[in-house]
């Protein structure tokens, strides 16, 4: 345990003061599979977990460890009197307790400590001074939580900042801004893969190439083809991957040609309203909607689920539904629902491909529509290498899992499964009907297109409810052939916005213009991967402060802004300040953006050639 002493991290926020020295020089990878092969064998073994849970605490992955010391806490009976079993359970209990604090939870560490300050007095290696260093390490923890609790937003008008309080840590501080984010949110390092991890390779491999072509021939009736690019050594990915995907065409393109035709390989909505499971079509109880579909009810009276006809539960039944009939979601629709800055919206998704997976019994990263895809991962750019923590991700894991009666000790659907597969769908769902948050489809075929601001073709699904004015006419002559042939609700049709050359790479905008620009900025750094070159226009800081942490309160003064006027990065304070205050019990961390203009100024043309480099999706 003597590599899990409190070092300071290198990267720390507001909430995550201190944590574990995290090197991530892969010393530690080897053991790693030797345990991890030994718990395919013995799944049920604690000390297995919890020597794994080390492991990942060493190798600087406390999310990981925090699922292993759960379950090696699950594993033991705390009441059996062994000397043994005790200490299993102390590393167990430790562990965890680390691991909530390298992930930015605080309040959840000390009470982890507390419970290790009340272990048995039989336990020798509990000394008095290891009751004392862990009774005031978690008394530290939770004076910095209770901070954290009175200035912290929650997202409800009932819990109002308290801004004498921020006021006054802001001048203790000497800061004039200050990042807080929600109560429950945490930070976490995602390259994109895991080192044990070896699909991102494959993903370029000849045999994939050839099954994205067979794929790709079918939808667009041999007008594409999928393409290598790479990418120029200047840029530097935290993913260490250098060669992308793209399309290209295979012959000349008219203005407003529709090239690919693509139904949603899996679809689901947050059930903000009633809308069809298998393809989200809004539903009524009635005929005579224009738009909507008469609900169709599950044949299972024990479900709950609904769909729009009996072709769409037929096909929902051979894909997913049957590991899913009858079961009780409403723990999942409820955190998917919460307006957060991490992944939660896509927890049905999740669901749904973990219930593919055991149906077809391979482990969900191996399901081969989505095998190829890329993931998202945090950038130097956003949050210093950090993506968003919601203390939620464990109890969603577990729950999904127990829905799906599958063993919580079943390596094949490990939890660092679950936040890979979170991270592909982070980088790859598209928005349908209605509010993008409430709607979501994962269309692989879709996501092979890389963006540019000033795009080549668009999407339009046969819902769309708003249509550009030069494109009314196409939408009018889809939706009538998609209501005579009853396909898919929400069918991606790719239409060609400008002439298009034979082996020209075609792109699409993550982002829709009608947007207003934090809007459209905000989409885009979401949706792609790539994000590590100085790309924001000095009007859109404001944009971009906001986009590091979503719905979250900040302190900015605008004028600062204006500090990027000139071409090429400046550097300066955006959010944090560095600072160790024992009469406030808080610590934070200067942030500096760079900034420039960029490719979201009004004028695009001169950066138009720098999109294809720098927006390239991985």
Known sequence: MEATKNALRSRKFFHQFEGIATLRDGRYISEWNQYTSELAKTPSNPNLWCNRA???????????ALMDAKRVLLLCDESEDSIELQKIIYKGRYYYAEALRALGHPGLSASEYEKLNVLPESFGEMTKMKRDEFRKLAST?????????????????????DEMLLQAISEKCGLSNILLTYIDSGWFEFSGQYPW????????????????????????????????????????LESKLTIHL?????????????????????A???????????????????????????????????????????????????????????KNIDTIIRSAQRVRPGWNQLFILVLKLFALAKKRDVNPLDIKEIKYLSRKHASSHYCEGH??????????????????????????????????????????????????????????????????CDPSATYMNATERYIPKDLTSEYMELHRKYKQTGCNS????????????????????????????????????????????????????????????????????FGQSLASKDRGAQNYVDILGTCNDTSFYCAQEILYGEISYGPFNSNTEDHIVDDYIKLGKL
Request: net charge neutral; hydrophobic share 35%; glycine share 4%.
């Open 141 to 161: 923890l939770k004076k910095i939580d209770d901070i954290r609790i009175q200035v912290s937003p929650d997202g409800t008008p009932t819990k109002p900042i």
């Open 54 to 64: 080390l492991i990942c605490l060493k190798e600087g992955y406390p999310e990981i």
């Open 490 to 557: 929400f069918r991606f049709t790719i239409i060609t916005l400008k002439h298009v050359k034979k082996r020209q790479e075609i792109f699409i905008s993550y982002v829709d213009s009608t947007d207003d620009k934090q809007k459209r900025h905000n989409e885009y750094v979401k949706r792609s991967p790539l994000v590590n070159e100085s790309t924001y226009s000095h009007d859109l800081i404001l944009s971009y402060i906001k986009f590091l942490a979503p719905y979250l309160f900040v302190r900015w003064e």
């Open 246 to 266: 793209g399309i290209e065409a295979t012959q000349d393109f008219s203005i407003h040609e529709r090239i690919l035709e693509e139904d949603p390989f899996v």
């Open 268 to 326: 689901g909505h947050n059930h903000f309203s009633d809308r069809c499971e298998y393809c989200t079509l809004e539903l009524v109880g009635t005929s005579g909607h224009p738009r909507c579909a008469v609900k169709y009810h599950c044949h299972n009276s024990q479900c709950k689920e609904i769909f729009c006809n009996k072709k769409c539960y037929k096909l929902a039944m051979k894909l997913y539904h049957k590991q899913l009939c009858g």
């Open 197 to 236: 991890d070896y699909r991102p390779g494959e993903r370029i491999s000849a045999t994939v190439l050839r099954e994205l072509q067979d794929q790709l021939d079918i939808a667009s009736n041999k007008k594409l083809k999928v393409v290598l690019r790479k990418l120029p050594p200047d840029i530097v």
């Open 387 to 452: 993506l968003s923590w919601d203390v939620e991700y464990e109890i969603i894991y577990i729950e999904i899992l127990k829905l799906l009666e599958i063993s919580l000790y079943d390596i094949q659907y490990d939890f660092w499964v679950f936040i890979t597969l979170m991270a592909i769908l982070g980088a790859n769902v598209f928005g349908g009907d209605g509010d993008s948050r409430n709607t979501l489809g994962i269309f692989p075929l879709a996501s092979l297109f890389n963006h540019s």
